[in-house]
């Protein structure tokens, strides 16, 4: 038994060497081929040579994958040479037509020239992405990518790129919200948009959330054509069939639309009536100019107090001291500065931070330097998809951040 296994290896092992030689002297042949073309055509050979280069790698890839040269019989066999496919792919040497190894049977194969020629295809529309979110036309990314590539996009593959970039983002948006969020922050800016070939000004709604401990998260975002009541209650009932729960505390700007809603979604949970807000407000019931500063000072007074028995007295003070210079004024502090005053239910270490909807400023910023760019935007959903990039990415930096608020009483 033992002489027949041997025997049976002697026979075999001179054939694996002349298979294995003749492997080699097709690949031989073909950089022969590929030198030859660069020898006698210069440069204008690489695109040749380069497709020689490439067809013969993913023949050699293919033997691999099956276990077998072409017309072996074996039994380690996996599959079948199943003829070529011809792609066309851009590179920077020009269009190259290539042949591709096809297979049949149960083998699932793919040469992995391609494959990386796939990956450079996604990751250039991907790049395409990046600069829409940077706010550059379709026409300058276009002219960008032809100088940088030398490669021709079409707005086709443009459109294709925003639509992966928008499922990404519609995922995000639409992410469940597990963790409770004890404090609500909300506020809205205005970008310009075409509807219906009119220029518009749309309203973006943000939400960001404070959990226990202390961090916050952008919970949403939506672009819509107003404040109205309507749209600002569906974006709040859609944070909550997310999974917002926990809420105890909201702040926000007066604004009649949100205030309604959130009596609607939130019924019951103290509110905070942003105090900057509420200052910026005031002016507009100061009979003079030169009075502006002082009321300034006077609210400001109001809101620095130590503890809310000491703010309400000092608001007392500030309205009989306009009382009879400035009477509408005096009836409209009286009237709305408590609002502005829930804050001091909170730690007094919490308060700076959620008496005001500041915490939302410096991403209103980032978003106005991007958004310049653009300046018109072709639709809400072109506004949704920046404005939702950019948030998507700060959340992702908050969440290695430190606290925002300190949870300590």
């Given amino acids: 038994m033992a002489g027949q296994t041997g025997s049976s290896v002697e026979v075999i092992k001179p054939k694996n ?4 030689k003749m492997t080699h002297q097709n690949e031989n042949k073909e950089d022969s081929a590929a030198v030859q073309h660069i020898l006698e055509n210069g440069l204008d050979g690489l695109p040749e040579a380069f ?11 293919r033997s691999k994958a099956l276990q077998a040269q072409p ?41 992995s020239a391609m494959e990386k020629g796939i990956r450079s295809e996604r990751a250039l529309k991907l790049a395409i992405a990046e600069m829409y979110i940077q706010g550059v036309s379709t026409r300058r990314v276009t002219r960008i990518l032809e100088e940088l590539c ?3 996009i079409t707005s086709s593959q443009v459109s294709n790129a925003t639509a992966m970039l928008d499922q990404e983002l519609e995922k995000w948006r639409k992410r469940a919200l597990i963790s409770s969020y004890q404090c609500l922050i909300l506020d809205a800016r205005y970008e310009k948009v075409r509807i219906d070939g009119l220029v518009q000004s749309c309203a973006v709604l943000v939400a960001i959330g404070v959990d226990p401990e202390g961090k916050r998260s952008i919970l949403g975002v939506n672009a819509k054509l107003s404040e109205a009541e309507v749209h600002w209650r569906d974006f709040l009932s859609s944070l909550q069939e997310r999974g917002l729960h926990g809420v105890n505390y909201i702040v926000s700007d007066s604004h009649k639309g949100l205030r309604a809603a959130l009596t609607t979604r939130f019924t019951g949970v103290p509110w905070q009536r942003c105090q900057f807000h509420l200052q910026q407000n005031a002016m507009a019931h100061v009979p003079k100019i030169n009075m502006r500063e002082e009321v300034a000072q006077d609210i400001r007074s109001i809101f620095s107090s130590p503890d809310l028995q000491h703010a309400q007295t000092r608001l007392k003070e500030v309205v009989q001291k306009y009382q009879s210079s400035a009477s509408k004024l005096a009836s409209w502090l009286e009237t709305n500065t408590p609002e502005a005053l829930t804050v001091f239910c909170r730690p007094e270490a919490q308060r700076k931070k959620l008496c005001t909807t500041n915490s939302l400023e410096r991403l209103n910023r980032e978003i106005k330097r991007r958004t310049r760019v653009v300046s018109v935007f072709p639709s809400e959903a072109s506004l949704e998809r920046l404005v939702s990039a950019l948030l998507s990415e700060t959340n992702d930096d908050w969440e290695s951040e430190r606290p925002f608020l300190s949870i300590k009483n």
């Avoid at 497709?51 to 890839?61: L, Y």
């Fill in 17 to 20: 060497r002349k298979k294995r």
């Fill in 51 to 61: 497709r020689i280069i490439i067809n013969e790698a993913m023949r050699i890839e």
């Fill in 71 to 111: 017309y072996e019989r074996t039994n380690e066999r996996l599959g079948h040479a199943n003829g070529f496919k011809d792609k066309t792919i851009a590179t920077r040497i020009g269009k190259i037509r290539f042949s591709v190894p096809q297979v049949r049977g149960e083998i699932d194969f793919y040469p």
């Fill in 150 to 152: 030398g490669l021709e």
